[in-house]
């Protein structure tokens, strides 16, 4: 009863302990001040919608690291995409990445909170020892003892978190973990991003392609005729030449998109975690998509970038572990004991009598003050401070990077859309003068290099003005990458919500 007795009072005594782990020594948090002002520089002429749209309602969404990211991307409208979208979250390797970081973080997270509770283990097997005489105060050259210990015992061990060092660890795995949270949904929505991008510059160039093998076809044709010219004396050399020397530059440039398109396909691939070789896509020309999004206020920007929600659980990460680093000038408790059988024979392991106990450390000592270590964890505070500071600056430059980068999306939206209206209107000038110089050339008026311009004009401000529109489309998409995602799909095409 007095071993019981003993062992009652030990545990009430740690539990006692335990009631006392509230104290933590690290720093209380502060945000580091940003100002932020109450518009952005460029909202104003960028989000005017086009004629017939009508422009979303922004939603503001909860922080980006405990929402799950939304499917912006049906805003496009596009089955396409979204069928892309899909097979991207499901096979792309940066993703898998992503997901397997944050079952890291969490295991040692989950790690970090074991430290709270005490640790319990049990052991069964024999030990053969020897001792001396001299151990058995029979004097030295004694014959010494042998004999095999059989032993059945359990040992609990756990250190009372008195200056909060357990506690500060454990704030510290878990915004690790918050962290790795974040960084996942940024990795996502950059791929995500990245696939829209991809696809729809496939788009533009499938437009290009077949705008360019128009045009081959027709200066073939248009070669073709002059040759028969020239050999009945009906046309110069030098205009055949003309002609062939626009029919190379076509086929050239034709090359050059066939390229671009190439290496679009590979990229679209691998965001799709296959191998170039094994992927196929149709892709057709890019139609006038203009989504036009809703920015928002600046002071919400920091709510929805995951990456700014990554920064600033970096800083609280960083700053529970000055706590961790000054728990060290502070008494440890460690608290131990074993309870169990030991017998020399195992046929009488489990009688009352070969009972044992051991209340206290096993080694050492139960209580720790350190004295003097020779300016080590002097050196480990200011390490964790300057890891700490470090990661305030990290969190100022990703704000207002994250600024920035709204501010040049909606830029070039902005110019984008002035742009495509010139250009509109610059093609539909161009198709008219071309169709009016052929008119005159089959009359004789002029001649074939007219035509030959005329029709090189309209093909530049064809190609330029679907250009224009893939840029368009993509500047959208870097506009949704840029305020952080996280909003709900409107059920129309040309707003997002």
């Known amino acids: 009863m007095n071993t019981l007795s003993t062992l009652a009072r030990t545990v009430l005594a740690a539990s006692t302990m335990l009631v006392l782990t509230a104290c933590s020594l690290a720093p209380t948090e502060h945000r580091p001040t940003i100002d932020v002002s109450a518009t ?13 749209e009508e422009l979303g309602q922004w939603v503001p969404a909860q922080p980006a690291d405990e929402q799950k990211p939304s499917p912006w991307w049906t805003t496009f409208g596009d089955p396409v995409l979204v069928q892309l979208e899909e097979r991207a979250l499901t096979a792309n390797p940066d993703v898998a990445i992503a997901m397997a970081r944050i079952k890291r973080a969490r295991a040692l997270s989950s790690r970090a909170e074991s430290a709270r509770y005490p640790s319990l283990d049990v052991g069964f097997g024999p030990t053969r020892q020897r001792t001396s005489g001299a151990a058995a105060f029979r004097g030295d050259g004694a014959p010494g003892i042998e004999q095999t210990l059989w032993r059945a015992q359990g040992t609990v061990a756990y250190e009372a978190d008195v200056f909060g060092r357990v506690a500060s660890d454990v704030a510290a795995a878990r915004a690790s973990s918050a962290e790795q949270q974040a960084l996942s949904h940024q990795m996502l929505l950059i791929v995500q991003a990245d696939v829209a991008s991809t696809y729809f510059t496939l788009r533009q160039l499938e437009g290009e392609r077949r705008l360019l093998a128009d045009t081959v076809a027709i200066r073939e044709a248009g070669v073709a005729l002059l040759e028969r010219k020239r050999d009945l004396g009906a046309a110069a050399a030098v205009v055949v030449d003309q002609a062939q020397a626009e029919l190379s530059a076509a086929r050239a440039e034709q090359a050059t998109v066939e390229q671009d398109a190439a290496l679009a396909h590979h990229a679209l691939a691998v965001l799709l975690g296959q191998a ?39 800083m609280a990460a960083d700053n529970a572990r ?33 009972r044992t106990f051991l209340l206290g450390p096993l080694v050492g000592t139960a209580l720790s003050l350190p004295i003097f270590d020779g300016g080590k964890r002097k ?15 990290a969190y100022r430059k990703t704000v207002l990077n994250a ?85 709900h799909a409107p059920e129309s095409k040309g707003s997002v919500q």
Not at 327 to 344: I, K
């Open 40 to 52: 952005y520089r460029e909202a104003d002429a960028a989000i005017k919608p086009m004629p017939g």
């Open 276 to 314: 170039p070789a094994a992927f196929t896509f149709a892709a057709a020309p890019l139609e006038n998509v203009s989504v036009h999004v809703a920015e928002g206020l600046p002071s919400t920007l920091l709510e929805r970038r995951p990456d700014v929600a990554a920064a600033e659980r970096s």
């Open 322 to 354: 000055i706590g961790v680093a000054r728990a060290a000038y502070f008494p440890s408790l460690s608290l131990t004991g074993a309870f169990g059988y030991e017998s020399s024979e195992l046929g009488n392991l489990t009688n009352w009598s070969q």
């Open 379 to 393: 050196a480990d505070v200011a390490r964790a401070r300057a890891d700490y500071e470090e990661s305030v600056g």
């Open 403 to 487: 600024f920035r980068e709204v501010e040049d999306a909606l830029a070039s939206t902005r110019s984008l859309d002035t742009r495509l209206a010139n250009e509109r209107d610059a093609e539909e000038a161009a198709a008219r003068v071309a169709s009016s110089v052929k008119t005159r050339f089959d009359e004789g008026d002029v001649d074939y290099l007219a035509v030959v311009d005329a029709e090189r004009t309209l093909l530049r401000n064809r190609q330029a003005r679907l250009q224009s529109e893939g840029a368009r489309v993509r500047a959208s998409v870097d506009l949704v990458r840029a305020l952080g995602g996280g909003w």
